[in-house]
Each structure stands twice: as C-alpha cells, then as structure tokens.
C-alpha cells in the first residue's frame, strides 16, 4: 500500500469529505435511510478518519455515527470511501480496523453498518437478525461485528438516532 498519512477527520475536513462521497456514491446517497440517523449528529470523534497522499491530497475517508439498538449503543460505520485514483491499494481495508478498532479502544462494544455481506464479512461483521434500520432498508445489508464477544446475541429492535 502506498504511504498514506491517516489522522482523525478534523472540521476543516468536512467538506472535502462530503466531496470525496458525492464523487464515489449515487446521486441522492443522502436520501438513503441511514442518512436519517446521522441528521444533526456530529460522527463519533477520533473515529471518522482521513487518509491523504503524499501530496496532501484526499484519498480515503471513514465515518462512524453513535446510534441505538433498542437500549443499546452501537457504532454505525459509514460511509467509507476511497478516491478512484487509489481504489484497489488497500487504503479502504486499512481505514476499517483502523477505525474499528479506534471503537473498541474507547470502550465501544458493537459496530453495524448497511453493506454488502459478501465484501463486508472479511472484517468480520454478519447479518444482524432483529435489528431493524429505518425503511426503506434491505434487512439482509444490516450487518453487525462484535468488539466485545457475544454483545450482539439477543440484541433487537430499531436502530435509532443518537440521543445523548
């Protein structure tokens, strides 16, 4: 993997963020249910990280947004995006353990996210039964990894927002 400098999203980064997602997702990612749960909730910080290059040019980004389970906190991770220019380098794998396990360092429990099993089951996470996301969401892409062993089994209910 090339020599990236990675460091927690700072608010100067903002909206060169958001522009890095604009380029790499759909028109219209912001109407997408998860969305819902990040409106006026600032991500989780010293989690949602940057990554530039050497020329101190934006090439990844990952966030991560404090949600509910039921009673329960969990991490929700994403977006998670990687610059066409350097997609295929590993940067995208290496900013989730790096962020996950930012989470579990600072006593997170639980991460979910909405994503494609088949890709996403590398890092460890897997189907979440019961944990409903708002509508409209495909309940086979609730996926869930465990940071503390067994702090998903019997875990149900809607994913809300943030509420502290």
Same mark, same amino acid.
């Given at each position: 993997?090339?020599?990236?400098?990675?460091?927690?999203?700072?608010?100067?980064?903002?909206?060169?963020?958001?522009?890095?997602?604009?380029?790499?997702?759909?028109?219209?990612?912001?109407?997408?249910?998860?969305?819902?749960?990040?409106?006026?909730?600032?991500?989780?910080?010293?989690?949602?990280?940057?990554?530039?290059?050497?020329?101190?040019?934006?090439?990844?980004?990952?966030?991560?947004?404090?949600?509910?389970?039921?009673?329960?906190? $969990?991490? #929700?991770? *994403?977006?998670?995006?990687?610059? =066409? %220019?350097?997609?295929?380098?590993? !940067? &995208?794998?290496? /900013?989730?353990?790096?962020?996950?396990?930012?989470?579990?360092?600072?006593?997170?429990?639980?991460?979910?996210?909405?994503?494609?099993?088949?890709?996403?089951?590398?890092?460890?996470? $897997?189907? #979440?039964? *019961?944990?409903?996301?708002?509508? =409209? %969401?495909?309940?086979?892409?609730? !996926? &869930?990894?465990? /940071?503390?062993?067994?702090?998903?089994?019997?875990?149900?209910?809607?994913?809300?927002?943030?509420?502290?």
């Amino acid at each position: 993997m090339q020599q990236f400098g990675i460091r927690p999203e700072e608010p100067d980064d903002w909206w060169e963020v958001e522009a890095l997602y604009d380029l790499c997702f759909a028109p219209g990612r912001e109407a997408l249910s998860s969305y819902r749960l990040r409106d006026d909730v600032p991500p989780v910080a010293g989690l949602s990280l940057v990554a530039r290059d050497g020329q101190g040019i934006l090439a990844g980004a990952i966030r991560f947004w404090p949600v509910h389970v039921g009673d329960h906190d $969990a991490l #929700l991770l *994403g977006p998670v995006a990687v610059h =066409p %220019t350097h997609q295929g380098e590993g !940067l &995208g794998r290496y /900013l989730i353990h790096a962020g996950v396990e930012a989470g579990r360092s600072r006593g997170w429990k639980r991460v979910m996210l909405v994503g494609d099993e088949p890709y996403y089951k590398r890092f460890g996470f $897997a189907r #979440l039964r *019961g944990v409903e996301m708002p509508p =409209p %969401t495909n309940p086979d892409r609730v !996926l &869930g990894l465990e /940071l503390v062993p067994g702090v998903w089994c019997g875990v149900q209910g809607t994913v809300t927002r943030w509420s502290r």
